[in-house]
């Protein structure tokens, strides 16, 4: 039987993708899609972390604008991550999948506070443990949480699920033709300012050596062929 190539993974859901079609709110059919393959690869014996953006709900910047203080305004997104999280815990959990929610900001009521070590133990039991609000502070995107938690937990890779299913040379909406990268250099992504995450999650992978394959969450069983060592997507090293 052949074994997974990751044996601990960070897996990054964005807000968006969790929308659907839609663009807005949740779409339980898709949760309950990427829910599913995430069960087999718990099943596969991968450790599973996932962090979860909340741009279906709240972009702070975008949304905030010059209408908000900043910092209330990406506090309110770190909120947004917090249902994301809620509502792929209760699908996982009816799945039959044992999972902890945890918070980078303290809400005791709903999710455990963010510790480290507890996080990696219960990824040991094999829960798969949901990361909310971001890293906790104002100014730093999900993307950055993610490479944050990946490099907390030890995770081996970052798997990126978005609305895109690589790295292109350009906007393919302004250039069809643009080639698509099946791998690249962190370097190069900053250099050339593509759009694989924010320049502080770049740099953050890139000093602490995380490989992030950024692939497409339309096609769930993505999850798995990354986890099994597919060739999909994009991958950023080196």
Wanted: with cysteine; charged share 25%.
């Amino acid at each position: 039987m052949e074994k997974p190539k990751y044996q601990r993974v960070l897996l990054k859901i964005s807000g968006e993708a969790l929308a659907g079609d839609a663009g807005h709110g949740l779409d339980f059919q898709v949760i309950s899609d990427v829910c599913d393959v995430v069960k087999r690869c718990v099943e596969q014996g991968v450790q599973v972390g996932i962090v979860v953006g909340g741009g279906n709900f709240w972009r702070g910047l975008k949304d905030g604008g010059d209408k908000m203080v900043r910092v209330r305004s990406d506090h309110m997104g770190m909120l947004a991550t917090t249902i994301n999280a809620l509502a792929v815990a209760d699908v996982l959990e009816q799945k039959g999948v044992e999972v902890r929610v945890q918070t980078a900001i303290e809400m005791r009521a709903v999710a455990e506070p963010y510790i480290r070590s507890r996080a990696i133990r219960h990824l040991e039991k094999g829960r798969v443990v949901i990361f909310g609000c971001g890293t906790g502070n104002p100014f730093f995107s999900t993307d950055t949480a993610a490479v944050l938690r990946a490099a907390e937990i030890d995770a081996e890779v970052i798997l990126l699920a978005k609305n895109i299913d690589g790295v292109d040379a350009a906007d393919p909406r302004k250039l069809p033709d643009a080639e698509k990268y099946d791998s690249i250099s962190y370097s190069d992504v900053l250099a050339q300012r593509l759009q694989v995450m924010d320049s502080t999650a770049t740099s953050l992978s890139m000093d602490n050596k995380i490989p992030v394959l950024l692939f497409a969450l339309k096609d769930p069983e993505n999850i798995l062929r990354a986890v099994m060592g597919a060739k999909i997507g994009t991958i950023v090293q080196g």
